[in-house]
Each structure stands twice: as C-alpha cells, then as structure tokens.
C-alpha cells in the first residue's frame, strides 16, 4: 500500500521517526511544523491521510481539524498526541477525527492504523450506489442524498451511514459496527458508536435509524 501522507508536528525528533518508519513502508510524507500551515496543505488536495498533533504551535490540533472539516475536507485524520484523557479522545473523534493514538506510542501500532484508515477510505466493492428509503449513498463520489437533497456527512458520518446501507433492516450489533467503520476490538468501552448514531439521526430523520435494546442498531429501508 501506498499513498501520501500529511504528517502535522512539531517535535523535530518525533516527526522524523515516523517520517522515516512511513518512508520505509512506503509512503509519501510531508511534515508541517505549526497549525497554521497545515490547513493550507490539506486542504489544497493531493493527501490521502493525515496525522495530526494536538499541541501544534500557532493554533493547536483541535482547531486546525475543526477548519479542515469546515472547509469540507474528508480526508482521514488520525490524532497523534500526549493527551490521553476520555475527554480529549472524545473532542478529538467528534470533531473530525477518524482515529487518536496517545504519545508515547509503537510505530507499528500507528503503521497499522495508518494502512487501515487509508483502506477504509478507499470505495468498497459493491452497486455504484447504495439506496434505501430515499436515502441513496455513491461510494465512489462519497455523495449522500435523502431524498434527492444533498447531506453532508464527515468522513466517519459517511462510513456508519454505508456499513447501514449495505445491511438495510439487519440489525448491527455495537461491536460490528466498531470493526466495519473503526476497525476497533469487540468490547472497547468507548461510547463513539453511540455518539455518531446520534449524529447521523440528527441529519437523516430520528426515526431512520432504531435502537434494538440489548443488540444494537438498525436502518429502516422504508
């Protein structure tokens, strides 16, 4: 696998070990040093990821993912920071993020993320377009429409949204649905499955999608 990748920090001897361990693997690697110059970088195209620092001088992470997702960016965000709080995790994937690793860290573990949010955002085999009950996603042109009106869903919005649509009125249990959008393990005790079901209901309808008490979630194709 490989791809380009946009690496935000701002410690020289941390930016060149990952620059360094994901040149090796194969990747691309741009480092940008300080917050306000990654917003520019990303968002002018041509990354297919990003790690990015929460302590970045300037304007920290959390403001720089804010301004990117803003701007309609949808490229893959992974949080690399010493925070490690439940607090921090939560702000960081609510606001954008598709994944968050805590300092210090084993690269493998980070190269392993890295070439699954990458697989993930590539288009799934399958129809050209997933429709069901007047909610129709492309996940070639990662275009959502609900009722022919145009949604706009972040990046892991739109990987729940087609993990529901490709089992239209199969009831997905909390533990499917953390390994098909977040590759996570059965049982972590992260609430971020509940937090983007609430979102998604937010934009699609409240009744679209139903909660199976003691199994888990289900779409309503009609």
Known sequence: MSGRILLAEDEPRIASFVKKGLGTAGFEVTVVPDGPGVHDHVVGGGFDLMVLDIGLPGLDGFAVLRR???????????????????????????GGADDYMAKPFHFEELLARVRLRLAGSRPAPGPEVLAAGGLELDPRTRHVTLHGRT??????????AEAFLRHPGQVLSRDQLLRLVWGGEPGSGSNVVE????????KLGADRIVTVRGTGYRLEPD
């Open 195 to 202: 937090v983007y079901v609430r979102y998604l209901r937010r």
């Open 151 to 160: 949604i706009g869903l972040s990046a892991r919005e739109f990987a729940l």
């Open 68 to 94: 990117v997702r803003a701007a309609g960016c949808t490229t893959p965000v992974i949080i690399l920071t010493a925070r490690d709080s439940v607090g921090d995790t939560v702000a960081g994937l609510t």
